[in-house]
């Protein structure tokens, strides 16, 4: 959390438009945090005993440990080539931790159209981090 702190503070000082802004930068900060700290970890391949991801639970109660990290970026990645709308959300949702309420007005769509993108996201990564 320090860090993801010293980087939106030193980079994106000031640059806010407001509250759900900043919570959408820092779930992009975040995101690359976990992420780089797993590959410095030299984190398992996606398999190796890789606890089941369920998104719903994650974005409620926080990442857990035990989450192949790598996967689920390489996995988001590739659902940015199909949806990056439903990437954006998932990386709201996921990492920053924002609602759906909030995810729309940081997206300025409506609330049922961050569902839709969440209902879509959930399955396409489950069905990729399975695969």
Same mark, same amino acid.
């Given at each position: 959390m320090h860090e993801a702190y010293l980087r @939106? +503070?030193?980079? %994106? *000082?000031?640059?806010?438009?407001?509250? =759900?802004?900043?919570?959408?930068?820092?779930?992009?900060?975040?995101?690359r945090i976990l992420v780089d700290h797993a590959r410095r970890?030299?984190?398992r391949k996606r398999s190796a005993g890789a606890e089941h991801?369920?998104?719903e639970r994650a974005a409620q109660v926080g990442i857990d440990p035990d989450t192949d990290l @790598? +996967?689920?970026? %390489? *996995?988001?990645?590739?659902?940015?080539? =199909?949806s990056p709308k439903a990437a954006r959300v998932v990386e709201l949702r996921f990492f920053g931790g924002l609602s759906i309420e909030q995810?729309?007005?940081f997206l300025d769509v409506g609330p049922s159209t961050v569902k839709r993108?969440?209902?879509?996201?959930?399955?396409w990564l489950s069905r990729e981090l399975e695969a």
């Amino acid at each position: 959390m320090h860090e993801a702190y010293l980087r @939106l +503070a030193g980079v %994106r *000082a000031g640059r806010f438009q407001n509250r =759900v802004h900043f919570f959408g930068a820092a779930a992009q900060t975040m995101r690359r945090i976990l992420v780089d700290h797993a590959r410095r970890r030299g984190a398992r391949k996606r398999s190796a005993g890789a606890e089941h991801l369920d998104l719903e639970r994650a974005a409620q109660v926080g990442i857990d440990p035990d989450t192949d990290l @790598l +996967a689920l970026d %390489r *996995a988001l990645e590739n659902l940015t080539e =199909v949806s990056p709308k439903a990437a954006r959300v998932v990386e709201l949702r996921f990492f920053g931790g924002l609602s759906i309420e909030q995810a729309a007005e940081f997206l300025d769509v409506g609330p049922s159209t961050v569902k839709r993108h969440w209902s879509f996201a959930r399955a396409w990564l489950s069905r990729e981090l399975e695969a």
